[in-house]
């Protein structure tokens, strides 16, 4: 009667460490790493848009692809030098 006694005390406890570690996990844990998540993520789409913004500095075309469609990209001010370099004074 003890023994059951006891073995019941052992499973209830366990019960309760694994709930306590659920909530745990679920409270303190999980937004912790999706803070991170996110953030390295916002750091790699920084990066990214900065990366491009530097290549069309360079009156270069930035060629963006997704799937199978592609775009060229070039900074604006480039193509405004290269219509103004282009028309003849008079």
Not at 25 to 33: D, G, I, Q, R, S
Not at 59 to 86: A, E, G, H, K, Y
Request: charged fraction near 10%.
């Amino acid at each position: 009667m003890k023994a059951e006694k006891n073995r019941l005390m052992i499973i209830l406890i366990l019960v309760i460490v694994v709930l306590l570690g659920i909530i745990a996990y679920a409270f303190v844990l999980k937004p912790v790493l999706n803070g991170y998540t996110i953030k390295s993520q916002n750091e790699g789409v920084q990066y990214t848009i900065f990366t491009i913004m530097q290549q069309a500095s360079k009156c270069q075309q930035v060629p963006l692809t997704f799937q199978n469609q592609t775009m060229n990209l070039i900074w604006v001010d480039c193509l405004q030098q290269q219509t103004q370099q282009t028309i003849p004074t008079q």
